[in-house]
């Protein structure tokens, strides 16, 4: 009889989740599910939902590019971005990326959201599935340690604070097929990227939540490099943890860069634009820590590498094999 297939679960939203699934599709024998935010309401994303009152797309768009089977013309033409006359964002397509406009465009001939991302999605030939973290058009707020109550997932990392939560103001209804993806998972990973306003967006949501609480599968955390300015200043490996056990959501194992392996020039750089990095500092976790050489520094850069994240994710279903086999033993 033959093995069936891993389900690895990548939720997130950003460059980070993009980063991941470009690199676990290489994988062979895993079903890919990438869960997305659609909280985002900045930028082109931001004037499409206002305008049509639909999900944000942003992330998701920029997710259907990173699983799409090769680089094909239509997937780089998904993130051009159209010039234009810059003061008038309302009604012009200046600053609108065409995969934005094409998501917008099938969500009206569709009547549905979720069937637009599905459709678009078979066209690009992706390899998984992408699903919303929920098909409602929702606002993220912030809770600061001062009190003051932050709208909008724009506004949040500019308000020179400290967040204390992150949450919506109406019940947020979960997908039926996010739920389902993670109570069948193997591997769910979050991130990489903004805690606040790219990961917790999807585990907060009551249904998404409930799912991670209750899942067999192992709950992977990829954490930060750096830290991100206005939304983790400060922090280190802890603390980013910490936010997501504050909000609920489960973590089992945290994956960390190699830190020692971090340019002193590149990151004097960082430092100066009020980036430091996010370092271990205590001893003793009741979460795995795994080390792993994950980074590429071209371009004078400190970014995670999609190669690298491959190789760690195999290493994580070898993991999980061995020790399964071990229990049945």
């Given at each position: 009889?033959?093995?069936?297939?891993?389900?690895?679960v990548?939720?997130?939203?950003?460059?980070?989740?993009?980063?991941?699934?470009?690199?676990?599709?290489?994988i062979e024998?895993?079903?890919?599910?990438?869960?997305?935010?659609?909280?985002?309401?900045?930028?082109?994303?931001?004037r499409?939902?206002?305008?049509?009152?639909?999900?944000?797309m942003?992330?998701?768009?920029?997710?259907?590019?990173?699983?799409?089977?090769?680089?094909?013309?239509?997937?780089?033409?998904?993130?051009?971005?159209?010039?234009?006359?810059?003061?008038?964002?309302?009604?012009?397509?200046?600053?609108?990326?065409?995969?934005?406009?094409?998501?917008?465009a099938?969500?009206?001939?569709?009547?549905?959201?979720?069937?637009?991302?599905?459709?678009?999605?078979?066209?690009?030939?992706?390899?998984?599935?992408?699903?919303?973290?929920?098909?409602?058009?929702?606002?993220?707020?912030?809770?600061?340690?001062?009190?003051?109550?932050?709208?909008?997932?724009?506004?949040?990392?500019?308000?020179?604070?400290h967040?204390?939560?992150?949450?919506?103001?109406?019940?947020?209804?979960?997908?039926?097929?996010?739920?389902?993806?993670?109570?069948?998972?193997?591997?769910?990973?979050?991130?990489?990227?903004?805690?606040?306003?790219?990961?917790?967006?999807?585990?907060?949501?009551?249904?998404?939540?409930?799912?991670?609480?209750?899942?067999?599968?192992?709950?992977?955390?990829?954490?930060?490099?750096?830290?991100?300015?206005?939304?983790?200043?400060?922090?280190?490996?802890?603390?980013?943890?910490?936010?997501l056990?504050?909000?609920?959501?489960?973590?089992?194992?945290?994956?960390?860069?190699?830190?020692?392996?971090?340019?002193?020039?590149?990151?004097?750089?960082?430092?100066?634009?009020?980036?430091?990095?996010?370092?271990?500092?205590?001893?003793?976790?009741?979460?795995?820590?795994?080390?792993?050489?994950?980074?590429?520094?071209?371009?004078?850069?400190?970014?995670?590498?999609?190669?690298?994240?491959?190789?760690?994710?195999?290493?994580?279903l070898?993991?999980?094999?061995?020790?399964c086999?071990?229990?049945?033993?």
């Amino acid at each position: 009889m033959a093995k069936r297939n891993k389900r690895v679960v990548v939720i997130g939203g950003g460059h980070g989740q993009s980063t991941i699934c470009r690199g676990i599709k290489k994988i062979e024998n895993i079903d890919i599910t990438a869960i997305v935010t659609v909280a985002d309401d900045g930028g082109s994303t931001g004037r499409l939902r206002r305008q049509f009152h639909i999900p944000a797309m942003g992330d998701i768009r920029s997710v259907l590019i990173s699983l799409a089977e090769s680089e094909s013309l239509l997937s780089t033409l998904m993130d051009y971005r159209f010039e234009g006359n810059p003061d008038d964002h309302e009604s012009d397509i200046s600053g609108h990326n065409l995969g934005n406009l094409i998501l917008t465009a099938l969500t009206q001939q569709c009547g549905s959201f979720f069937e637009a991302v599905q459709k678009i999605g078979k066209v690009l030939n992706v390899e998984g599935n992408i699903v919303p973290a929920t098909t409602e058009v929702i606002t993220l707020y912030a809770n600061m340690e001062d009190g003051t109550i932050v709208k909008g997932e724009a506004n949040i990392p500019d308000c020179n604070n400290h967040i204390r939560r992150v949450f919506y103001d109406t019940d947020v209804k979960a997908t039926p097929e996010a739920v389902k993806a993670i109570q069948k998972a193997d591997l769910i990973i979050y991130g990489i990227g903004s805690v606040y306003t790219s990961i917790l967006p999807n585990v907060i949501i009551p249904g998404i939540s409930k799912a991670l609480n209750s899942t067999k599968a192992e709950r992977v955390y990829f954490c930060n490099a750096m830290t991100q300015p206005g939304e983790t200043d400060g922090y280190n490996v802890e603390e980013h943890v910490q936010a997501l056990i504050d909000h609920g959501t489960p973590v089992d194992a945290v994956i960390v860069p190699i830190e020692e392996k971090l340019p002193a020039k590149i990151v004097k750089r960082y430092i100066q634009e009020g980036s430091t990095p996010v370092t271990i500092e205590k001893k003793k976790h009741p979460y795995k820590i795994i080390k792993r050489d994950l980074l590429d520094f071209s371009n004078q850069l400190i970014r995670h590498d999609s190669d690298k994240i491959r190789e760690t994710v195999e290493y994580l279903l070898k993991k999980d094999e061995k020790e399964c086999h071990l229990q049945q033993k």
